[in-house]
């Protein structure tokens, strides 16, 4: 059973701070994981996806992968009322359909 | 790139009608395509799994015969809930991958809603 966790949440931070997102997964042959943000009422859209473990930066995004430990986060900077959202993460095996988190429901207040 | 458009955005119907929804991959093929029902405030339920020419894979507990999948070309999948019911009022949301090596990546529609009265 491949199992992709993530606290549901909500995640309050306050207009300014940063968000620390996280997700743990039980398959070790996970290749591919990837952040996707749905707004109430929305359906999901892609953030980014990371291969690789260590960091990966865009704009105020950036993505971390630790496959030793099976986790992946992402981080949000200078984070902003517009980003309150659902934050999912989701999982894939090579070529495989991907697992989704059940999410996390992130605030940030102004 | 990676557009994925759904029609209609929002259905209203009487039980027992048959709604049909579109999902169409706009500037990309779709080797495989999803299609997903999310209740109010509930995560996202992958109903079944689609490639093009083949039947489609359905999760359990997902009804084969209630939910007809057709997916005809490259960049079109169709979803038909059979003798909807008010139970069957949902948000059902597509995704596509696109048809390169090794993509896992799903894009996703902007989602039908689904009243049924």
């Known amino acids: 059973q491949k199992e992709v966790e993530q606290n549901s949440g909500p995640l309050s931070v306050p207009e300014g701070a940063i968000a620390s997102l996280n997700c743990t997964y039980s398959d070790r042959g996970s290749q591919s994981f990837f952040w996707y943000r749905q707004y109430s009422g929305k359906s999901p859209e892609l953030i980014m996806f990371?291969?690789?473990?260590g960091d990966k930066e865009d704009g105020r995004f950036t993505a971390q992968l630790n496959k030793a430990s099976q986790y992946v986060s992402l981080l949000i900077r200078d984070s902003q009322p517009s980003d309150s959202a659902t934050y999912l993460c989701a999982v894939a095996w090579a070529g495989y359909a991907l697992n989704f988190g059940k999410g996390t429901s992130l605030l940030v207040t102004p | 790139g990676a557009v994925v458009s759904q029609h209609p955005s929002w259905v209203i119907c009487k039980s027992g009608t048959s709604v049909k929804i579109e999902c169409r991959s706009l500037?990309?093929?779709?080797?495989?395509m999803f299609w997903y029902r999310q209740f109010p405030k509930q995560s996202l339920m992958l109903m079944a799994t689609?490639?093009?020419?083949?039947?489609?894979?359905?999760e359990q507990g997902v009804e084969k015969d209630k939910f007809l999948i057709n997916h005809a070309s490259l960049t079109l999948s169709t979803l038909t809930v059979t003798s909807a019911h008010p139970e069957d009022s949902s948000f059902y949301i597509c995704?596509?991958?696109?048809?390169?090596?090794?993509?896992?990546?799903?894009?996703f529609g902007p989602g039908t809603r689904l009243l049924v009265l």
């Open positions: 689609s490639n093009e020419g083949s039947k489609a894979t359905y």
């Open positions: 990371i291969y690789s473990n």
């Open positions: 995704s596509a991958t696109p048809r390169v090596r090794g993509g896992e990546t799903q894009y």
């Open positions: 500037d990309f093929q779709a080797t495989t």
